[in-house]
């Protein structure tokens, strides 16, 4: 059993900065692929970053260069540094790692952009 908890979200004006951390207990953390997905109102959910266990990462278009995904294999955590947000960025951020074929999600974490 994985539990995930968020934290970090906010409101922020359009072209700051937000950092986002997930917290992580069970599992094998260091060898899970971690990742932050996020759900606007009226869309669907959509893969924002991603690391694996090796640290190789991957980004939704939208926001490479904007975000940094990074993890810390020591304390079970990987966080997500959001630099030149974008009111398009607001949205629910969810952390969610897989572990023996098995989805876990955090419960997420607001973080609304104004113009």
């Known amino acids: 059993q994985v539990h995930l908890v968020e934290s970090g979200g906010g409101l922020v004006q359009a072209g700051g900065s937000l950092r986002l951390s997930c917290a992580a207990s069970?599992?094998?953390?260091?060898?899970?692929?971690m990742g932050w997905y996020r759900q606007a109102p009226g869309k669907q959910r959509e893969m924002v970053a991603t690391?694996?266990?090796?640290?190789?990462?991957n980004y939704l278009d939208s926001v490479k260069g904007r975000f940094t995904i990074s993890r810390d294999n020591a304390r079970s955590t990987a966080s997500l540094q959001m630099n030149s947000l974008k009111p398009e960025d607001t949205a629910i951020y969810y952390c969610?790692?897989?572990?023996?074929?098995?989805?876990?999600w955090g419960q997420g974490t607001q973080v609304t952009v104004s113009s």
């Open positions: 969610h790692t897989r572990s023996w074929s098995l989805d876990y």
């Open positions: 069970g599992g094998i953390f260091s060898i899970n692929t």
């Open positions: 690391i694996t266990g090796g640290g190789i990462t």
